[in-house]
């Protein structure tokens, strides 16, 4: 490690320090510095959402690490209207569209509300990503007056929001309406309700709920006429100003987001500024994970990959990896990529313990660090045993009923994976679950993306020709190293190549006695789609 690595040497260890620089010119407090997330309600949350949270957990454990007091605040918006009915949830929601999630009933009947029961779904991927993190409501928030203070502030200057939001995205809304929703009175909905007027001397709010185009679809209010008393939880600031409100309020130093919401961060900035007198947070801007036809993947698009989904195949730290090994940039991203998140994280913990070996210092001092970061700063002890997890599906899939487990220990020791008298230790037994899992739902795995030059791919083809006709586990092996030779081919470099299309990895069991285990037809079809992919 040189002198110029800061902490562990990844950006979540150079952010905090930049933070602490600009906290410390701004004259502000260190002893408690906060992080936030906001962790939304009003859908089943996807892959980004634990995006938000893992992020701004890494520059809490950055902050840590370097000696401050640090916390991760987890606000959860559920007194947010539901916009649209997500994909997969019965139609029967409609009736709530613009109601506050918080009060809507739960169709699965298992939690208080609506919202409870979709942000207790990202909570418990926290919980089980190891991510610590204190737990706020928005509606016990506002009902406690939290906010109160920010509250007053920005209805006293709502003519000043509304000047801010219309020179910084054009919009002329709040130029004739106050940046807050009332909840209705009389029909219980938040997004109908159009605020008039503020009586500061009794912190209410005159409303009329007269309906509003949500997603394309005008919501139809019932039209009565009310009062909201601000500090009882009545109501809610808009997105135009609840940010700057709760960042004040609860001392925020640093939020990452989406470049989805990039705009009413930068028009929160600004209130932040001019009307609370408040600096803003630090920031760092991440931009979406696309699926693979190119669209964001979200609750509102149908297209929603689940952390749950992710912890069927691939352990909590393979999604860590994938969080936070890179911080810009699109992303395409489907179930089809966990495979080699696993071996990635295989390779991270070879390099942690030194069984691999970098050159680059301040590079090994980074990728140790990601890897730590991955296990939230709690790593383990000593590296687990690696078996490519590709592999693990194929002996998953040939796997006799009724005695799969036997079967897959008597591979691995056949293998070199495992000793004579070993069996699966606690770790490999959840890979050999991961496998399972993916066999039974998806059949195959997706080879690794290869590139082959004019003479591999002669070899390959050669090859496939030779496995149709031969039997012999000796004579295939032979039949690699010949054939690669016989093209001019460097026969160490075919083995890998064949590695890596097999199972993923450059090196691994013995290929002769392999291919014949697995299936000589299942080989070729994977060489053959290998190729296919290069025509």
Not at 179 to 204: D, H, M, Q, W
Not at 431 to 443: K, L, Q
Request: glycine letters at 8%; a neutral charge.
């Amino acid at each position: 490690m040189t002198d110029k690595t800061i902490g562990r040497g990844t950006w979540y260890d150079k952010m905090a320090a930049k933070m602490v620089g600009r906290e410390r010119k701004l004259g502000r407090s260190l002893d408690l510095i906060r992080t936030e997330m906001g962790l939304g309600a009003s859908g089943f949350p996807h892959i980004g959402s634990l995006g938000d949270a893992a992020r701004s957990y890494a520059v809490t454990l950055a902050l840590m690490e370097q000696g401050y007091n640090s916390e991760l605040i987890a606000f959860c918006d559920d007194k947010d209207g539901l916009r649209k009915v997500p994909a997969g949830l019965p139609k029967s929601l409609e009736k709530y569209l613009g109601f506050p999630v918080s009060s809507i009933p739960d169709p699965f009947g298992c939690h208080e509300s609506y919202g409870k029961h979709m942000s207790s779904l990202l909570l418990e991927a926290l919980d089980k990503c190891g991510i610590k993190y204190q737990y706020m409501s928005a509606r016990d928030v506002y009902e406690r007056g939290m906010l109160n203070e920010e509250i007053r502030a920005l209805l006293l200057n709502a003519k000043r929001v509304g000047e801010i939001v219309k020179e910084e995205v054009g919009q002329e809304r709040y130029t004739e309406v106050l940046p807050y929703f009332s909840i209705c009175e009389n029909c219980g909905r938040v997004y109908t309700t159009k605020a008039l007027e503020f009586l500061s001397k009794e912190n209410k709010v005159l409303y009329v709920c007269e309906g509003m185009e949500i997603k394309g679809r005008w919501i139809e209010g019932c039209g009565f006429k009310g009062e909201t008393d601000v500090t009882k939880g009545e109501g809610k600031l808009t997105w135009k100003g609840e940010f700057a409100a709760r960042w004040k309020a609860l001392d925020i130093r640093f939020e990452a987001y989406g470049k989805d919401i990039a705009d009413s961060v930068r028009i929160n900035d600004r209130i932040c500024r001019e009307i609370l007198c408040y600096e803003p947070p630090s920031h760092a801007k991440y931009e979406m994970f696309l699926d693979k036809s190119g669209r964001k993947i979200s609750k509102s698009a149908g297209n929603v990959f689940t952390p749950q989904v992710w912890f069927s195949y691939g352990s909590p730290q393979s999604l860590l990896l994938l969080m936070l090994k890179r911080f810009v940039g699109t992303r395409t991203l489907d179930v089809t990529d966990i495979p080699s998140y696993m071996n990635e994280m295989d390779y991270l913990e070879d390099v942690y313990f030194g069984t691999k070996t970098l050159k680059d210092g301040r590079e090994l001092a980074k990728l140790r660090g990601l890897y730590e970061y991955c296990w939230a700063l709690k790593p383990p002890s000593n590296p687990s045993l690696h078996v490519p997890y590709n592999l693990l599906t194929s002996l998953a899939k040939m796997a006799p009923k009724g005695r799969e487990e036997e079967f897959i220990v008597e591979k691995l020791q056949s293998y070199g994976y495992l000793q004579k008298d070993q069996t699966l230790d606690e770790g490999l037994k959840k890979r050999v679950g991961y496998a399972f899992n993916w066999i039974r739902d998806f059949e195959e795995i997706k080879e690794t993306e290869i590139s082959l030059s004019d003479e591999e791919k002669e070899t390959m083809i050669e090859l496939i020709e030779i496995l149709k006709v031969e039997n012999e586990a000796e004579r295939i092996q032979n039949a690699i190293f010949n054939t690669a030779k016989s093209h001019g081919v460097q026969p160490g470099a075919f083995f890998k190549t064949i590695y890596a299309i097999l199972i993923g990895v450059p090196q691994g069991p013995r290929l002769g006695p392999y291919i014949l285990a697995m299936g000589k037809q299942n080989v070729i079809d994977a060489l053959e789609r290998a190729l296919k992919t290069l025509l």
